[in-house]
């Protein structure tokens, strides 16, 4: 598949991250979430647990979209067209980049198709072109939610990045601790510290002055990490992954949820979810690790 063109002129993308954050609360546009934070250790990780304090407006914003897939007969697609107050910029001829409607996270933004594409579809030299543009600019945390078993809550194929740190003490990204432990083993390398089915690979940083390179070594690592994993075979395996400009992991999935604690590609990253007290207590009592084992696979 031929290479987009980057459109995306360097040394803007944050300032227009800022910008329009700042124009789409006051028009109403972004309807960010709140929460409150706390960490869990398990297994030599701080993991960050952030705590929803109100999901109405996620709710209702849902069983509108719900009315609006059932009058039109065909599902919504926020993406299609996506909101022009969430707009942030052009990445390239494929890709654009736009807020987050329903943050949790500050400056969460996706990077979305153009044209309609499966959530579930192989990542391709697009998708990391545009990955690679945008962490030229924004030294962040992207992630790919592979399918509703991953935690993909649109159909439309989107990457996601998070500034980074993820938390205002300790690491960046709170596993980069078991980061230092990686093995090599058949040629793949490992995490001793994750008792899941994974595979990890370090990317090169300098990757960043030249995204269109980056993105072809990107493109061969992704598919050694998809092979390591077993997920080579089958196009729609459901998987976490996740990239820095340093290191990308993935994590093939076996069930979205543990009791009614939704994962997606953060909570590899060391970083959780839950909407209420009760959810924080099954968290605590069976450990953040041991959720995580649970919906990847052993």
């Known amino acids: 598949m031929a290479q987009g063109k980057i ?23 972004l309807l960010s979430i709140p929460t409150d934070f706390e960490f869990v250790e398990q297994d030599n990780v701080r993991f960050l647990v952030r705590i929803l304090s109100n999901l109405n407006r996620k709710k209702a914003a849902k069983e509108k979209q719900e009315k609006q897939s059932a009058t039109s007969g065909q599902e919504f ?9 969430l707009f942030v910029a052009d990445i390239s001829d494929t890709h654009v980049c736009i807020l987050n409607k329903f943050n949790v996270v500050d400056y969460h933004l996706l990077i979305i198709t153009r044209a309609f594409e499966e959530q579930e579809s192989l990542l391709t030299l ?16 992207v992630f790919y939610n ?31 601790p078991l980061l230092t432990t990686a093995k090599f083993q058949d040629s793949n390398i490992t995490l001793p510290g994750l008792p899941f089915i994974h595979a990890f690979a370090p990317l090169d940083p300098h990757w960043v002055q030249s995204p269109l390179v980056g993105a072809q070594a990107t493109l061969e690592i992704y598919r ?33 949820h543990f009791q009614s604690i939704s994962v997606n590609s953060l909570g590899f990253a060391g970083a959780l979810l839950v909407r ?7 968290l605590k009592a069976q450990g953040p690790m041991t959720i995580l084992k649970n919906v990847a696979v052993s």
């Open 77 to 85: 697609n926020p993406f299609l067209p996506y909101e022009k107050d």
């Open 126 to 141: 697009e998708d990391f072109t545009a990955m690679w543009a945008c962490l030229a600019d924004l030294d962040g945390l």
């Open 224 to 256: 050694t990490l998809r092979h390591a994993v077993g997920l080579d075979a089958r196009q729609s395996g459901a998987y976490n992954l996740l990239a820095t400009r340093e290191w990308m992991l993935i994590v093939p999935r076996s069930q979205e």
């Open 276 to 282: 209420n007290a009760a959810e924080m207590e099954i």
């Open 146 to 176: 592979s399918g509703k078993t991953a935690g993909a809550s649109q159909r439309h194929k989107h990457l996601q990045l998070v500034p980074l740190p993820l938390a205002l003490s300790g690491p960046q990204v709170p596993i980069e």
């Open 7 to 29: 459109l995306l002129k360097p040394g803007t993308l944050w300032t227009s991250v800022k910008e329009q954050t700042e124009h789409a609360l006051q028009c109403g546009a």
